[in-house]
């Protein structure tokens, strides 16, 4: 299995940034796609963004053009840049793994989220 830890989250003024992180540890070899879900007060949890192995990227369009996802294979990290906060994206963010089915026999992996509160 793959064990994900988020970290990063806090509370910021709309118009500030943050940068969450989430380090991955276990069956790291395994690992083909990551990502970073939120879930907000009320709401079902949703994409933010994925990056694949091969860098190929996603974003959701409520957060394109103000947040960058990346990852440090070496490190086992991926990184989430969160920029021109807004109220809207006060949330739980999550860290998310999917394996390469080819590789490994395992499910997906899913942290235990950080809190981002974004105040107006």
């Known amino acids: 299995q793959v064990q994900l830890v988020e970290s990063g989250g806090g509370l910021v003024q709309a118009g500030g940034s943050l940068r969450l992180s989430c380090a991955a540890s276990?069956?790291?070899?395994?690992?083909?796609?990551m990502g970073w879900y939120r879930q907000a007060p009320g709401k079902e949890r949703e994409l933010v963004a994925t990056?694949?192995?091969?860098?190929?990227?996603n974003y959701a369009a409520s957060v394109k053009g103000r947040f960058t996802i990346s990852r440090d294979n070496a490190k086992n990290t991926l990184y989430l840049q969160m920029n021109s906060l807004k109220p809207e994206d006060t949330a739980v963010y999550y860290c998310?793994?999917?394996?390469?089915?080819?590789?490994?026999?395992?499910?997906?992996?899913w942290g235990q989220g950080t809190h981002v509160t974004v105040s107006s």
């Open positions: 990056i694949s192995s091969a860098a190929s990227i």
């Open positions: 998310n793994a999917v394996p390469n089915v080819a590789v490994c026999s395992i499910r997906a992996s």
């Open positions: 276990g069956d790291t070899r395994c690992i083909s796609q």
